[in-house]
C-alpha cells in the first residue's frame, strides 16, 4: 500500500505491471538481477536472491494508494509524464482500478497542495483510526495474506525531534490523545496504524516519521520491521559511491557543492524552505559519515558542504544535479572533479521501492523487526539509534556488504566478507 500516488508510485507499479506481463524489464531492482555468492572456495555458488530466500513474486502482489488529489493511477501515471503512453496503456485498465482513498493530511505539513481527497478527520487518533479500518478494508477485499506500507508521498516539513512527544511510546500516544497536530506528522498517523495493523512501514521521503525512539518501541512491540529514510537515488547515490574512491586514496577535501533543478511536483514541494530542510538535513548527513575529521585531520577537517534543490517546471521529472568538488593532493595541490547527472528521477526510485517493499516483507517474515540497518544500502539518510550514539553505514559498498550478508543469513547461509 503506497501512501501517494504520485510520479514515484505509479512508476513503480506501472513497472511491476508491465514487467508481470513480459511488455518490460525491472532494469536496476536488486531483487530481480542481482546475484550473491553463498559457500566459499570449490563450493561457491552465486545465486539470485530469490534462490537464496523466499522473496513474494511480482505475480503475487497487489496495490492501494492513499492520496491528497482523487486521480486514479492511470491518470496520474499520464500527468506524471515520466513514462510514455506505449509503457502505460497496455495496463491501462489494472492502473485504472487503482483509486486512492482519501488522505490522512494535514496543509501544515505541506502547504503547497491543496487536494480534495482528504479524510475528513478532527483529531490525530481519528487519522489513526481511519487508517486502521483502510488497512483492514483493503486486505480483506484482495485477500491478502501480507500487507506493506510504504511512504512514497510528499516531503513533509521539518519536524524536529522531540524528547517530549517522541523519546518513547507512553509519551507518543500521551501526545496523540492530546492531539498535538504539531509534532505529530500525518505520516507518523500512517506508520502507527501500519505497525499496529501488522504491516511493516517504510519510508522513502526524508520525513523524521519512524526515525524517533517511539516508533522504534512500537515496532519492537509489534514485532514488524521499519526502514528509512529517504530513497537513495541520484546525487546521493553518486555521493555515496564516489565519496570512497577519494577517501580509500587518502586524496583530501576541501568542498563538495551539490545542486540540481528538477520540476516535477516533488520539486514545487520542496521549493518550500520548511519542506526543504527536510531533505537538507537528510542529504548532508552522507559526506560526514564518510570522510570524517577525527579519522583524518589533515584530509577531512573543515570541509565545506552544501546541497541544493531548486524547482525548474520545464525539466519536470527530469532531474537534472551537478556536483563539484574541490580535493587536494600532494603537498596539498588542489584540484576539481565536476560531475553532471542527467537522470530520472522516478525511473531511479522504482526499482528501490520494489526492493525495499519485498525485502522488509521478507524481513518479518524471518522474524527480524525494528530498524532494518540491511536496506541502508537503499536509503540516503539510513535510520540508527542516535540516542546511544550509533554512527550510520553511509558508504555504499559497507552497505552492499551489509545487504549481501543479511540476505546470506536468511537463506541460512554464513555472514561473510570475503572478496567476489
Ligand atoms: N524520485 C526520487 O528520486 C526520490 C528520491 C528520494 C525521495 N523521494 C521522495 O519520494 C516522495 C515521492 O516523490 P514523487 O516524485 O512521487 O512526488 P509526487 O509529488 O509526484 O507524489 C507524491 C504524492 O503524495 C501525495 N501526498 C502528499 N501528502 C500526502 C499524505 N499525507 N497522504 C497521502 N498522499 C499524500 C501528493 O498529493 C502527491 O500526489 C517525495 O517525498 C520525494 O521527496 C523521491
Not at 540516503?380 to 545487504?403: A, D, R, T
Request: some cysteine; charged content about 25%.
Amino acid at each position: 500500500m503506497c501512501v501517494g500516488l504520485g510520479a514515484v508510485s505509479t512508476t513503480f507499479i506501472t513497472g511491476v505491471l508491465m514487467t508481470r506481463k513480459g511488455l518490460a524489464k525491472p532494469v536496476g531492482s536488486m531483487t530481480q538481477y542481482d546475484k550473491i555468492r553463498v559457500g566459499r572456495g570449490k563450493d561457491k555458488k552465486y545465486l539470485h536472491y530469490g534462490e537464496i530466500v523466499p522473496l513474494a513474486s511480482l505475480d503475487d502482489m497487489v496495490f492501494g494508494a492513499w492520496d491528497v488529489y482523487p486521480a486514479n493511477a492511470y491518470e496520474s501515471a499520464v500527468e506524471a509524464e515520466v513514462l510514455k503512453a506505449k509503457d502505460i496503456e497496455p495496463v491501462r485498465d489494472e492502473l485504472l482500478a487503482i483509486r486512492p482513498m482519501k488522505a490522512a493530511f494535514d496543509r501544515k505539513y505541506a502547504s503547497r497542495l491543496d487536494g480534495d481527497n482528504v479524510k475528513d478527520c478532527a483529531t490525530r487518533r481519528e487519522m489513526v483510526e481511519a487508517l486502521r479500518e483502510d488497512i483492514r478494508r483493503f486486505k480483506k477485499e484482495n485477500d491478502c495474506d501480507r500487507i506493506v506500507v510504504i511512504w512514497a508521498a510528499s516531503t513533509e516539513i521539518y519536524v524536529p525531534v522531540d524528547e517530549t512527544v517522541h523519546g518513547s511510546l507512553a509519551a507518543f500516544e500521551k501526545a496523540l490523545d492530546a492531539n498535538d497536530t504539531d509534532r505529530i506528522a500525518p505520516s507518523m498517523c500512517y506508520a502507527y496504524a501500519a505497525l499496529l495493523e501488522g504491516a511493516p512501514f517504510i519510508m522513502g521521503a526524508p520525513n523524521t516519521t519512524v526515525d524517533i525512539p517511539a516508533m522504534w518501541e512500537l515496532a519492537e512491540k509489534t514485532k514488524m520491521p521499519i526502514a528509512g529514510k529517504d530513497f537513495k537515488t541520484g546525487q546521493t547515490l553518486v555521493k555515496s559511491g564516489f565519496a570512497p574512491i577519494i577517501g580509500t586514496r587518502c586524496l583530501g577535501l576541501n568542498g563538495w557543492f551539490s545542486t540540481n533543478i528538477l520540476g516535477n511536483r516533488d520539486g514545487l514541494v520542496l521549493d518550500e524552505p520548511a519542506n526543504f530542510h527536510t531533505k537538507e538535513v537528510s542529504k548532508l548527513s552522507t559526506l560526514e559519515s564518510i570522510l570524517t575529521p577525527e579519522e583524518q585531520p589533515d584530509l577531512y577537517a573543515d570541509y565545506y558542504h552544501k546541497v541544493r534543490i531548486n524547482y525548474y517546471p520545464p525539466r519536470g521529472d527530469n532531474k537534472e544535479g551537478w556536483d563539484n568538488i574541490d580535493i587536494f593532493g600532494w603537498m596539498g595541490y588542489p584540484m576539481q572533479i565536476k560531475i553532471n547527472f542527467l537522470c530520472r528521477d522516478s525511473i531511479l526510485a522504482a526499482p528501490l521501492v520494489l526492493d525495499l517493499v519485498l525485502l522488509t516483507d521478507l524481513a518479518a517474515r524471518k522474524g527480524r523487526f525494528g530498524t532494518q540497518r540491511f536496506l541502508s544500502f537503499f536509503l540516503k539518510s539510513p535510520m540508527h539509534n542516535y540516542e546511544e550514539g550509533e554512527i550510520p553505514v553511509n558508504h555504499l559498498f559497507k552497505q552492499y556488504v551489509m545487504l549481501k550478508n543479511a540476505i546470506r543469513e536468511m537463506g541460512g547461509y554464513e555472514a561473510d566478507e570475503e572478496i567476489d
